[in-house]
């Protein structure tokens, strides 16, 4: 299964969600999301900073891990990041594979 880490970020209406429902409570909410969508959790994190949370989601396809995004930025509660996770093998498939590329001006 395609993996995705996804950065997130509270508005202010988000925060006072997270103050509401506790930090079990939304990780509850996401999983039963990825559990609709055929996924996982892999890991779920807090953090303080530029980011408020940080995920690892396990998803069927790469369309579901971006219905995940979808769904969580149109929410307007928070911003999420989506970003796919690459394995080595799968650069080693990519490393094999031929890409013919003129560079700028070359």
Do not use: H, W
Not at 8 to 21: F, H, T
């Amino acid at each position: 299964m395609p993996k995705f880490l996804t950065k997130v970020s509270y508005s202010p209406e988000g925060a006072r969600g997270l103050l509401k429902e506790g930090g079990t409570g939304r990780r509850a909410a996401v999983q039963k999301l990825m559990e609709g969508l055929g996924g996982k959790i892999d890991a779920f994190y807090y953090a303080y900073g530029e980011d408020d949370a940080y995920l690892i989601i396990d998803v069927p396809d790469a369309a579901s891990g971006l219905a995940v995004s979808l769904a969580v930025n149109a929410s307007g509660a928070v911003r999420a990041t989506t970003i796919p996770l690459i394995t080595p093998e799968e650069i080693d498939v990519a490393c094999k594979k031929s890409a013919p590329y003129r560079a700028p001006g070359a």
